[in-house]
């Protein structure tokens, strides 16, 4: 499974407004597309979703998917239902992206993916074990038990 593509428009979303590096946003997202089980794709740019984290400090962190990426079966299998599970969320009617104004390593701008009862996905899915708590001294082992 690839993903879901949800095109909302612009009148269901609040209009986005320039802002300042490093200050918090609304993003208007026309296309909202769940890439993994913590990224999605907001009209073309990659974003890494921090459920209720704060920038480069905490977040989550789902198994990997791509080729390459993933260590063994198990974790390839996992990340698959990470990102079955964050594609389900994201449907949910009032689903809505927060810009934190900070950006990742990879350059990825860092975000808050939130339901529109204002919990975020990403505490669902750890909550729901699809996902581990992140810190910057995390090391990922999705491979054993």
């Known amino acids: 499974m690839r993903g879901l593509w949800l095109v909302l ?4 979303l609040p209009a986005m407004h320039c802002v300042e ?3 918090v946003r609304r993003l208007a997202c026309l296309e909202l597309y769940a890439t993994d089980g913590d990224s999605v ?3 073309g740019t990659n974003m890494r979703d921090m459920g209720d984290g704060a920038p480069n400090v905490s977040g989550y962190d789902t198994p ?6 993933y260590k063994c ?3 390839f299998a996992l990340g698959k239902a990470a990102t079955a599970r964050m594609i389900e969320l994201r449907a949910a009617k ?5 810009d934190s104004g900070e950006v990742d390593r990879f350059d990825r701008p ?8 204002g919990s975020s996905i990403g505490s669902i899915l750890i909550k729901e074990g699809h996902a581990r708590r992140w810190t910057p ?6 491979c054993g038990s």
């Open 9 to 12: 428009t612009a009148a269901m």
């Open 21 to 23: 590096a490093g200050e």
């Open 94 to 98: 009032g689903v809505y992206v927060i």
């Open 137 to 142: 001294d995390y090391k990922a082992n999705w």
């Open 64 to 69: 990997e998917t791509r080729q390459g990426r």
């Open 73 to 75: 079966d198990r974790e």
């Open 110 to 117: 860092l975000v808050w993916v939130k339901l529109a009862d």
């Open 41 to 43: 794709t907001c009209d």
